[in-house]
């Protein structure tokens, strides 16, 4: 986003294109998924999927919710329950 902006010549911060797509997040806008430390993505797919990622490029793909099953969950803490289980497969080329 701050590349595409940058490009065609507008100047915005950093700082204001990651709070603005914080804040998509938290109204429900986006997604964020994280597949390293300090690396994260923001998905427009809001709905429950999973993704794969090319380590190669750094690419993510969706990952429709019936090719993966999750079969059982963690015992978790009382007082709390599982609110989503997200799945990342890391792929390399061969």
């Known amino acids: 986003m701050h590349k595409e902006a940058a490009a065609e010549g507008t100047r915005v911060s950093l700082a ?3 709070n603005t797509l914080h804040q998509f997040t938290e109204a429900g806008l986006l997604r964020e998924i994280v597949v390293d430390t300090g690396c994260s993505y ?3 797919n809001t709905t429950d999927h999973h ?3 090319h380590e190669d490029t750094g690419r993510l793909e969706d990952v429709p919710m019936h090719h993966l099953h999750v079969v059982g969950t963690p015992v978790v803490p009382e007082g709390v329950s599982v609110k989503r289980i997200d799945v990342v497969v890391r792929l390399e080329t061969a």
């Open 42 to 44: 923001f998905d427009t």
């Open 16 to 18: 204001t294109v990651y």
């Open 51 to 53: 993704h794969y990622y």
